[in-house]
């Protein structure tokens, strides 16, 4: 049971946090046919799609509602109207997504109140679905802003109706990849069942490339599938952070569901096939049961490698959540933990301590550890440690290959705990003649560890 | 507020700029900015010009005052290289909270100096001002004045929220606050009548350094670089230089000029892209140093420089002369950069079927109509939908810009080369021409084109036979779902930055 602490600082060094907004921009990205839309200046949006364009090497759809001073000062309304009005003319989306940011918070723009009036005056724009979610930057981090969004598109867009047999939600968590959902996506429909997979990356940031072009998101979940989550049989929320949409998605047309913290790792799937089994009535397809039997046997060669591993990880919550339970069920130790906003995950992790933190802070507590865990940016401290380094997260622009990343399921996690194993593999240590020597008096260090730290 | 708002219109008023010099009184004053339309707008903002402009300084603390957004979905992301300190590429923000937002982050940013000092122990702090800082009053002047006086060291106010303007009106700004209280803040060791400054290079890709040796050969020191490969103290003494040289047009004309009048050191336009260029650009150079007292042998090695590297980059052209021969590019690309690469493509022979000129000057403009022709095509807001367009229907043959519209080609399926801020390669100089040249031509002549466009054996009548399809990847994902339609189960879709 960790000890969460906030570190205390001023100044933040080497970011690993991201904003809110930019989290809730990409979870309007899993929508099909969506613009979304950050209000706040022109630069809110280019960074967030600059990091988008790097992380996925996809064209990215975002839009802004470009605020200046005057603006700012005077209240937003005249440039969301205009935003949308634009976006309509020229992009014409079935959604546009808003995400309000830390200049427009900072004022307290009433953008809930702006879309009544929009409304009002715009009959023409009644087939357009708006959906608004408020995320101000200084407060929490990308996860939050992903899991806000995902609540107010169910809040906004889900309608109440006659149950439709086999149907049913998964509310998938800002730490899954393109490559993640098309995996769910599989595992459910092995069930017999039918998926409305919400948000839905694998269809519109999985780099295919189209026979056409398009301004706005071409693929992901459709308005007529976020209507239809209403009449689903029950959802599924893949992440700590969907609690709250999937709850308000009970509430609001009373679809019973389950949370499931992570889909990494042996017992985590196991949660999974018992519930897809008994909603669907049906057995584990032997795809599963094979694949179950190979991710045990790829435990079993790989805690040679990974037990007694000291991991250096920074990662927002869910990710660090599943990723570390996995390492620690295989025997790793997570010796340094950094994390970027609050969870309830936190004090379950199997950790000393989980700082609320930056790399910096991580890189201070990672000497001597064995592999370093995190997202691009710890590619200069990597460096600096000189020690194995597996990219998670999100940005991911020094590699290619980032919505293909695939860690959910049987086979997932086998390929995961494969990946990981081979970087120790290649990392490992010859043997030395001196490595058993005894060392002259001058530290409490033995030989083994030190020679194990010049690697 | 009231100072900056004095600032930005003093930007505005930039005589030296040509553009700014065609317009009458009253649209000057509404500055050279083009009013940014809601929903239908593109490129960062004035933070991020001016941090663009400035990180390229190797040895500062770069402090980004404001919420994470601005620092953390941005930082390490750009291709400016250090010869030494890599510091300039370390993230450091106040990460401002809700209660700073409240109470005012004066305290934070003051504390955020300390540790940095403490820590670092960078020559110099800049500071960077943000919208939310900027709303709630945070005076960041008067806490870097404050700062310095306490700790003794530069702590450098950089006035440029994003919220007053775009990228290129933060360029200008970081330029003030340069010339404000860096520049003729220090004085160099020595100097010679050779030494020159270069404004508005910032060394991506390491481009300085495809330059710096001829230079070296020239016997002209490069006293300071604004800002590509700089360090602090380098930029304080650049007051002292014989002559400079303005690399990027508009970016940072306002230093050139008040640089001209404050100190006396008389600039050039110019670029390192092109052999006509970097030629004209070198003889600028030689020639402004040799008015300014330089001995006059100075001009007779640089032609003699010039010679050799002309002869030996025709020379490195010999394979690639008729390959290249009339091949069509879309060039994409802002200001300075469209005219200067103009003329270098058109050296091998090339065509240049249409180049943008959203960021470009009347004087830009001039210069591609003197060589591209009267009717040459100037694309003013071309929206990703006609570039792909342009490109699928083999208009153009290879597309040239900047990053975030690269996969308007590529999802086109046509060969694009990244020129832009992130690009890996460098193409400044002879050298780097060289390396243009054979990049383009690498991505034309890959035989990935002809395997890429080939229909999918579910698109054709005729199934392929097994030798003559090769391996084809263009399966979707989803072509493994049990109910594939005739696009392999999934409609056409993709997304495409704003229109």
Known sequence: ?455 | MDALSKKVQEVFDEPACGKNQAKGEKERKKGCTKQLQPGAAAGGCAFDGAKIALQPITDVAHLVHGPIACEGNSWDNRGAKSSDSRLYRTGFTTDINELDVVYGGEKRLFKSVKEILDKYDPPAVFVYQTCVTALIGDDIEAVCKAASEKFGKPIIPINAPGFVGNKNLGNKLAGEALLDHVIGTAEPEYTTPYDINIIGEYNLAGELWQVKPLLDEMGVRILSCISGDAKYQEVAYSHRAKAAMMVCSKAMINIARKMDERYQIPFFEGSFYGITDMNESLRSIAKLLVEKGAPADLLERTEAIIQREEATFWQAMEPYKDRLQGVKVLLITGGVKSWSVVSALQEVGMEIVGTSVKKSTLEDKQKIKELMGEDAHMIDDMTPREMYKMLKDAQAEIMLSGGRSQFIALKAKMPWLDINQERHHAYAGYSGMVKLVQEIDKALTNPIWEQVRRPAPWETNSVPSAEDSGLSKTTTPSALSPEPSVLGGLSPQTSVLGT
């Open chain 1, 1 to 455: 049971m960790a000890n969460v602490t906030h570190v205390k600082k001023s100044c933040a060094v080497n970011p690993l946090k991201m904003s809110q907004p930019i989290g809730a921009a990409l979870a309007f990205m899993g929508l099909n046919n969506c613009m979304p839309t950050l209000h706040g200046s022109q630069g809110c949006t280019a960074f967030g799609l600059v990091l988008f364009v790097r992380h996925f090497k996809e064209a990215v759809p975002m839009q802004t509602t470009a605020m200046n001073e005057a603006t700012t000062i005077m209240g937003g309304m005249e440039n969301v109207e205009q935003a949308i009005l634009n976006i309509h003319k020229r992009a014409n989306p079935a959604i546009i997504g808003i995400a309000s940011t830390g200049l427009t918070e900072t004022k307290g723009d009433d953008v809930d109140g702006y879309l009544a009036a929009i409304r009002k005056k715009h009959p023409e724009l009644d087939e357009l679905a708006l959906v608004y979610v408020s995320t101000p930057d200084y407060v929490g981090a990308f996860q939050d802003g992903w899991a806000k969004a995902v609540t107010k598109i169910v809040q906004e867009l889900a309608e109440p109706g006659e149950k439709i047999a086999g149907q049913v939600n998964v509310l998938a968590g800002s730490n899954l990849t393109p490559g993640d959902i098309e995996e769910i996506r599989e595992l459910v429909e092995a069930f017999g069942l039918k998926p409305i997979i919400l948000p839905d990356l694998s269809g519109s940031m999985d780099g295919h490339v189209p026979d056409n072009f398009s301004p706005t998101t071409l693929g992901g979940t459709t308005l007529a599938e976020l209507r239809s989550t209403g009449a689903s049989e029950f959802t599924i929320a893949i992440g700590e952070h969907m609690r709250e949409a999937a709850q308000t998605l009970q509430d609001k047309c009373g679809v019973p569901f389950q949370v499931l913290e992570s889909l990494t790792g042996l017992d985590a799937n196991d949660q999974l096939m018992s519930l897809l089994a008994q909603k669907s009535g049906r057995a584990a397809p032997n795809k599963y049961r094979r694949q179950r039997s190979q991710l045990v046997d790829a435990m079993l060669d790989a805690h040679f490698y990974i037990g007694g591993k000291k991991i250096a990880i920074g990662a927002e919550p869910e990710m660090l959540s599943a990723i570390g339970h996995l390492l620690v069920g295989i025997g790793a130790e997570l010796a340094a933990v950094v994390t970027t906003t609050h969870s309830p995950l936190l004090e379950k992790l199997p950790a000393q301590e989980v700082l609320i933190g930056d790399l910096e802070d991580l890189e201070l507590r990672a000497q001597g550890c064995d592999m370093l865990i995190t997202h691009s940016h710890g590619r200069q401290m990597a460096e600096r440690l000189n020690i194995p380094f597996l990219r998670m997260g999100i940005p991911m622009f020094d590699r290619l290959g980032a919505a293909h990343q695939v860690t959910v399921g049987y086979r997932g996690t086998r390929d995961l705990i494969f990946t990981v194993a081979n970087m120790f593999m290649a990392a490992a240590h010859e043997p030395a003649p001196d490595d058993w020597r005894q060392p002259v008096a001058d530290g409490a260090e033995c030989g083994s560890c030190a020679s194990t730290a010049a690697h």
